[in-house]
């Protein structure tokens, strides 16, 4: 089934380690993007890209980083991980950015900072 | 600054009985609406969207909703609640900043009962 693939479900950390999120699609979208989601705030972006080689910083960047080698794959990594970056993570993807499509999105990341 | 709205943190309704989940928007320029639904421990999954035409746009699983713009509203409606439709509904509007950034309500938990 086509869709996108999140790794790991769900993963406790101690602070200061790096992490790293991966999210792969198969829909040969263009555009993905990376969210977390925190009670009472809804969803926030961290990260985007509009298309392999190119990134953007969303609402929530700074502890963040994201690369895009290719279509298929978009990891999210925490450099250095603390407490306030616990969080369910999202990946989503669109055809692409600017469009009206909607944006598809993976089951999520529990991430717990100790 | 551009946002949805979602007054209600919860919505209770019994099964067979209309629901209505509100959402209101502030955007410049011609809105662009989505309503998605998340089941527990999964993404976020596309509802229906307004982009422009019918003010009535009509959904998956039965679900509607009303653009409404002398209110600025967009709310989502069913003529007959399932006890499956309890989830956690999300509105959000596009803006243009360059690329598809979706804005998202902080949510409405929506419990249907038997």
């Known amino acids: 089934i086509a869709g996108i693939t999140q790794a790991p479900t769900s993963q406790i950390l101690a602070a200061g380690r790096r992490m790293t999120l991966r999210c792969t699609q198969d829909?040969?979208?263009?555009?993905m993007y990376w969210y977390r989601q925190d009670l009472g705030l809804g969803l926030r972006l961290i990260h985007y890209?509009?298309?392999?080689?190119?990134?953007g910083k969303g609402e929530v960047p700074d502890g963040y980083s994201v690369s895009r080698a290719n279509t298929d794959d978009f990891p999210l990594t925490l450099a250095s991980a603390v407490p306030s970056q616990t969080s369910v993570y999202f990946c989503?993807?669109?055809?692409?950015?600017?469009?009206?499509?909607?944006?598809?999105f993976g089951d999520g990341t529990r991430l717990s900072i100790l | 600054a551009q946002s949805v709205a979602q007054p209600e943190d919860q919505v209770n309704v019994a099964e067979g009985n209309p629901l209505t989940v509100k959402c209101t928007y502030s955007?410049?320029?011609?809105?662009?609406l989505f309503w998605y639904v998340q089941y527990p421990n999964r993404g976020l999954q596309f509802l229906l969207k307004y982009i422009t035409g019918d003010n009535l746009v009509k959904g998956s699983y039965g679900f509607e909703a009303e653009f409404n713009k002398s209110q600025t509203s967009f709310h989502l409606k069913k003529p007959s609640a399932l006890v499956s439709d309890s989830a956690l509904y999300f509105c959000a509007v596009r803006v243009n900043t360059g690329f598809q950034k979706l804005v998202f309500g902080t949510g409405t938990r929506l419990l249907v009962s038997p």
């Open positions: 890209s509009n298309t392999a080689g190119t990134t």
């Open positions: 829909m040969r979208h263009n555009a």
């Open positions: 989503a993807s669109s055809e692409q950015t600017g469009s009206n499509q909607p944006q598809h």
């Open positions: 955007v410049s320029g011609n809105p662009y």
